[in-house]
């Protein structure tokens, strides 16, 4: 308001209802962005939760030859490669018993089966 007149209750008023206006615009700006990081959040737990349910029991981790097999593991071990393939449990007890390939040192497929070296 340019002119001279006193502020009136009114004008008050108003320039209250403004900045409450302002500031619940602000807050449910915060709270959108707050309900989409947490969506995103959620999408991504499912995400993961889906992934870890369809992990195989057992891997066998081809070398960089994409022919022979260099670890067996078991299955979500963390060292497991992306050359790593899953397989039955009977295939991953002849890996290590017949065709001599190494146990993973970190998560032991040969102790989880019971197979005594």
């Known amino acids: 308001m340019n002119d001279n007149r006193p502020l009136t209750r009114l004008d008050m008023l108003r320039f209250a209802r403004r900045v409450v206006e302002r500031q619940a615009a602000r ?37 960089l030859d994409g022919r022979n097999a260099v670890y067996v593991h078991v299955g979500g071990c963390s060292s497991a490669g992306g050359r790593s393939k899953g397989v039955g449990r009977e295939q991953a007890v002849r890996a290590l018993t017949e065709a001599g390939v190494a146990a993973c040192p970190l998560c032991r497929p040969d102790t989880v089966l019971g197979i005594i070296e």
Do not use: C, F, K, S
């Not at 995103?40 to 369809?54: D, S």
């Open 27 to 63: 807050q449910l700006a915060l709270m959108d962005r707050w309900i989409a990081d947490e969506e995103r959040r959620e999408t991504e737990r499912q995400r993961r939760l889906a992934v870890r349910q369809n992990v195989p029991d057992w891997l066998v981790e081809r070398g």
